[in-house]
């Protein structure tokens, strides 16, 4: 979860390593630190809170060499404070390190070190990482040799980042498991790591991304990889082709609300270079789909986490209309628990943003144990998901910098409906009108997207009347229940307002015992094939006193004499239809969130990558 920079080259570190870890304080944002190796000394500079104390911290008592590493926390182990923060010096003072992950068995590794008369300054488990690689560089071994017989010692997922004076011409990082992403990026003359490709975009687009059991050392000139065992091992450079600009917010408040804004062109050209709207037909090259392959498929699992599963349910929903076959959804840290039936005609797909998700690598890897087919939808262009996979389609939205996901929830159910569209058409269970109207209707998609967008002024409105409620219910139906989930989803996560998504006909099973004058409900009920059975659901809402927010399709003349607010959004193909109806839901979260005061980029407990279990 945590952001993880670091330096070595000409220049001061200090101003690079702070750039960077803004850029990464979605990952993490409850304490902060940063240490550079100056005059043979290692000087650290930590504090908790938001990474401008720690910049006002560096402002008072500066800091300055040319080789350095700094770190935004999301907590795990140990409160949110100073001496938690990383990095974490070593008891000799010569070895520093940041961390992301989590040390499963640090308890015993810390009664052990504590036993050899190590004095622990932090309650975090990182800290028995630096004290291992403190004890090794102390019995004279190289400081390559010291991180790996430390890292011997680990369980669990880690990214690791570190320096020491003893060997101040160099950063030696690791990746083990799927704790998150470590990338070396080169420069001229000068070397950058991170935890997140953000961090070091405006510096480089030449990447190096460590695999699992990986360990870099990093030079000014250069970058070295091996095992873990200090086997020398063959890596790829990969070209980057992300601007830097994207990740600012230029005339929006909130990156959040810009990348509601954005979602009109992130559609654009997820549709675009994909889709041969002359012959109708998709293309997902980088999908590595055969006909072959498509016909011999007689099952798919969906797993993802989050909002990223709220997306696969909406492409269980397609795939098994259109493709007709059968779709399991699981939400991603429990798949490998079930011992899911997999075999070598089993299709797994994975969703996660980051392509970093803990959760979702651990159950691709379970999939990739039972031989079946492995896909990924990614936004981040070589994440180990990405990487892992037989074939990937890549969501084209750019970076994502807001906690909450907006643009990287739409692009995927375009995604999932285009690989129903392909599947389909490759086992030949499409005729050709039918495949032709359906991807004609992705020509539609990124204009009404904006038509939703002209609406918020509107939302906005409705925002108004619902900032000061304490919980609030929705509901959906269909290929629209996930969209009940989502906007639950989005309203808790940034405005602490406490939401329950629920399948419309389940609320007479007892959620609507809750309603009543203080619990608003938002029904999703645009014109589609469940539209007779929503519109009951508003009439049973009102008839227990409660306040409906409808999501309507325009020119609907009915719902607006029983809601008591309505969300329009245009005329949708029903199965495109959670790609429109979720963008009023987007909005009416961001702006109660923002009438409230609170921290939209950055809610409370929450990180963007969730690296760790």
Not at 165 to 185: L, Q
Not at 193 to 203: G, N, Q
Not at 452 to 466: F, G, I, N, S
Request: proline share 4%; with cysteine.
């Amino acid at each position: 979860m945590c952001g993880i920079v670091g330096y070595i080259g000409p220049q001061d570190a200090t101003p690079i390593i702070l750039n960077g870890l803004r850029r990464l304080e979605y990952r993490g944002y409850d304490s902060a630190g940063i240490a550079v190796i100056e005059d043979d000394e290692i000087e650290v500079r930590r504090d908790a809170g938001k990474l401008d104390r720690l910049a006002e911290l560096v402002n008072e008592v500066p800091l300055h060499g040319q080789i350095g590493i700094g770190h935004t926390r999301w907590a795990t182990h140990g409160e949110p404070s100073a001496r938690n923060a990383h990095p974490h010096l070593g008891t000799s003072g010569k070895v520093v390190l940041a961390h992301n992950g989590i040390v499963e068995n640090y308890k015993d590794l810390r009664e052990e070190l504590s036993a050899e008369g190590v004095e622990f300054k932090s309650e975090t488990d990182t800290e028995v990482i630096v004290q291992l690689v403190d004890r090794y560089l102390s019995l004279e071994m190289s400081f390559e040799e010291a991180a790996q017989r430390a890292i011997s010692h680990l369980q669990g997922a880690h990214g690791i980042v570190l320096l020491s004076t003893k060997e101040a011409d160099k950063i030696v990082a690791a990746r083990i498991g799927n704790a998150g992403g470590v990338v070396v990026g080169r420069g001229e003359g000068e070397m950058f790591v991170a935890s997140d490709m953000p961090a070091i975009l405006e510096h480089t687009r030449q990447m190096v991304f460590l695999e699992s059991g990986q360990m870099a050392v990093v030079r000014r000139d250069g970058v070295e990889v091996s095992d873990l065992k200090g086997e020398p091992t063959e890596f790829e450079e990969h070209t980057v082709a992300w601007d830097p600009v994207a990740a600012e917010k230029g005339e929006y408040r909130h990156f959040m609300h810009k990348e509601i804004h954005e979602q009109v062109r992130s559609l654009t050209d997820t549709i675009g270079g994909r889709v041969d709207f002359d012959s109708g037909r998709v293309h997902l090259e980088q999908l590595n789909l055969s006909p072959e392959q498509a016909k011999k498929i007689n099952k798919m699992f969906i797993t993802a986490c989050g909002t990223a599963s709220h997306a696969g349910m909406v492409g269980k929903a397609l795939i098994e209309r259109i493709a007709r076959i059968p779709v399991e959804m699981d939400i991603a840290s429990e798949f490998r628990y079930r011992d899911p039936i997999l075999d070598e005609n089993t299709a797994v797909l994975a969703i996660s943003q980051s392509g970093e998700t803990a959760d979702t690598l651990a159950a691709m890897e379970e999939a990739r144990q039972k031989d079946a087919i492995l896909w990924s939808i990614v936004n981040v262009i070589g994440s180990q998901a990405m990487r892992i996979s037989d074939g990937y389609i890549s969501m084209q939205t750019g970076p994502e910098i807001g906690v909450a996901s907006t643009k990287a929830y739409t692009a995927p159910l375009v995604d999932v409906y285009m690989l129903a569209v392909l599947l389909a058409d490759l086992r030949g269970d499409l005729d050709e009108k039918r495949r032709c109207e359906l991807v004609s209707d992705l020509r539609l998609v990124p204009d009404l997207a904006s038509r939703c967008l002209d609406r918020e002024d509107e939302v906005e409105e409705v925002a108004w009347a619902l900032k000061d409620f304490s919980h609030c219910l929705y509901l959906g139906r269909g290929i629209n229940m996930p969209t009940a989930y989502e906007g639950a989803l989005k309203l808790k996560e940034i405005s602490y307002i406490h939401a329950e998504g629920y399948p419309a006909g389940e609320m007479k099973h007892g959620p609507i015992a809750l309603i009543d004058e203080d619990m608003p409900v938002v029904v999703i009920a645009p014109r589609d094939p469940w539209y007779d059975k929503m519109f009951s659901q508003i009439e049973q809402a009102k008839a227990r006193g409660g306040i409906v927010v409808a999501v309507a399709t325009e020119g609907d003349e009915v719902i607006p004499t029983v809601a008591d607010h309505v969300l329009w959004v245009p005329h949708t193909p029903w199965m495109l239809s959670p790609v429109t109806t979720v963008i009023p839901l987007q909005i009416l979260a961001y702006h109660i969130a923002a009438l409230r005061g609170l921290d939209v980029d950055q809610p409370r407990n929450l990180a963007k990558s969730v690296t760790v279990e």
